[in-house]
């Protein structure tokens, strides 16, 4: 029975953890999603976009939509770069599938085991894949604003704004450099690789049947 028990608890533990894990990329989303209704506000202050009787968004899908499509006008290459996380976000880290589990689960396959450590398992790799996937958030954002506020106006920013973004993006090249010359992601780059290879084979396949 207490084994019963310890399995219901690591199970429980786990699915709290994938919970936070899934929930902690859903804010950076909501970070990019913000930005662009920022931008958006800047430059058409007098839209509106909250109910005055709730102090809630009026309709939030249509507000992003409109939000989305304004900056991908206006800014092409800011909405280019805020797609391209938005993007990887949603194909890889917003929507819980068996690649996190890795970042979660000790695993013996010959052995038939696995297991959970009560704190987070320390992935230098994954980690520096995260915050390069932070900055490139937060580079991208404050480009964005910049360059609207330049237009618009709506804010005065810091004096250093440009120099600390350039920090900022100047580390985020760094971790890539660093992550793209380990052998675990010259390993991961080949077996992808061969996955896409495979899979254009059988559509290729299909289409000629």
């Given at each position: 029975?207490?084994?019963?028990?310890d399995?219901?608890?690591?199970?429980?533990?786990?699915?709290?953890?994938?919970?936070?894990?899934?929930?902690?990329?859903?804010?950076l989303?909501?970070?990019?999603?913000?930005?662009?209704?920022?931008?958006?506000?800047?430059?058409?202050?007098?839209?509106?976009?909250?109910?005055?009787?709730?102090?809630?968004?009026?309709?939030?899908q249509?507000?992003?939509?409109r939000?989305?499509?304004?900056?991908?006008?206006?800014?092409?290459?800011?909405?280019?770069?805020?797609?391209?996380?938005?993007?990887?976000?949603?194909?890889?880290?917003?929507?819980?599938?068996?690649?996190?589990?890795?970042?979660?689960?000790?695993?013996?396959?010959?052995?038939?085991?696995?297991?959970?450590?009560?704190?987070?398992?320390?992935?230098?790799?994954?980690?520096?894949?995260?915050?390069?996937l932070?900055?490139?958030?937060?580079v991208?954002?404050?480009?964005?604003?910049e360059?609207?506020?330049?237009?618009?106006?709506?804010?005065?920013?810091?004096?250093?704004?440009?120099?600390?973004?350039?920090?900022?993006a100047?580390?985020?090249q760094?971790?890539?450099?660093?992550?793209?010359?380990?052998?675990r992601?010259k390993?991961?780059?080949?077996?992808?690789?061969?996955?896409?290879?495979?899979?254009?084979?059988?559509?290729?396949?299909?289409?000629?049947?």
């Open positions: 029975m207490r084994a019963a028990r399995g219901q608890e690591s199970v429980l533990y786990l699915l709290d953890e994938f919970a936070a894990l899934v929930q902690a990329y859903m804010n989303r909501q970070v990019v999603e913000g930005v662009s209704n920022a931008a958006f506000a800047l430059a058409e202050p007098a839209a509106e976009y909250v109910d005055a009787d709730t102090n809630l968004v009026t309709d939030s249509a507000t992003n939509l939000s989305y499509k304004w900056v991908r006008k206006e800014f092409p290459l800011h909405s280019s770069d805020l797609k391209d996380v938005k993007d990887l976000l949603n194909d890889q880290a917003t929507h819980f599938h068996i690649v996190h589990s890795e970042r979660l689960v000790r695993s013996d396959v010959e052995g038939g085991q696995w297991g959970t450590d009560f704190f987070d398992k320390e992935d230098r790799h994954l980690s520096h894949a995260d915050l390069w932070v900055a490139q958030t937060a991208a954002g404050m480009h964005l604003l360059q609207v506020r330049q237009r618009f106006g709506g804010y005065v920013p810091a004096a250093d704004l440009d120099g600390r973004a350039n920090v900022l100047a580390h985020a760094e971790l890539v450099a660093e992550m793209t010359a380990t052998e992601h390993a991961a780059s080949r077996a992808a690789a061969k996955a896409d290879a495979r899979r254009q084979a059988a559509k290729d396949a299909r289409r000629e049947n």
